[in-house]
């Protein structure tokens, strides 16, 4: 039995209170509070390892706190961009191909080979879209540059570190 739609609701307005937007985008720890009194049957966790490395999340261990609740893992990479002129933010994120950003892929990949699991990989294709970008107007008619060889390179990537494991 789940918990009733009052105590989500309330535990939703508790962690949307600490973040900008209201989105369910939020550490791993707050994720798990909301999660914890639902069957990890019913309901998963799908953490983005390029939004953890920008959260600055200690992603082996959150990784591990997810436990049965970790569902699907989204496969993207960021680094920091230059200060553009006009920009607000001292070093924008980006996000990149696959190992070519500053998340450990090699390492996250083992951490969750390790714990067994066994769930889908999703490779999230933003390239060359800073955050801010993709939050405000998605990617409409453009797309990035290359995205199909990029895409294609990506998965070849990955192949080549799980075929190690």
Request: hydrophobic share 40%; net charge negative; glycine share 8%.
């Amino acid at each position: 039995m789940g918990l009733p739609l009052s105590v989500v609701v309330a535990r939703y307005r508790l962690v949307t209170r600490h973040i900008v937007v209201p989105v369910l985008g939020l550490n791993i720890s707050g994720l798990m509070y909301l999660l914890k009194e639902f069957d990890p049957q019913e309901v998963g966790a799908y953490p983005d390892l390029g939004h953890l490395e920008l959260d600055g999340e200690d992603s082996p261990m959150g990784l591990s706190m997810m436990g049965n609740y970790l569902t699907v893992v989204g496969i993207k990479d960021v680094c920091y961009s230059q200060r553009l002129e006009n920009s607000s933010s001292i070093c924008p994120p980006s996000f990149v191909k696959v190992g070519a950003g500053i998340v450990d892929l090699e390492n996250r990949l083992a951490d969750l080979h390790k714990s067994n699991f066994n769930g889908p990989l999703t490779v999230h294709t933003e390239y060359q879209f800073d955050e801010t970008i993709i939050c405000q107007v998605g990617y409409a008619d453009t797309s990035p540059p290359n995205l199909e060889k990029w895409a294609k390179e990506d998965i070849q990537y990955l192949r080549k570190i799980l075929s190690i494991l």
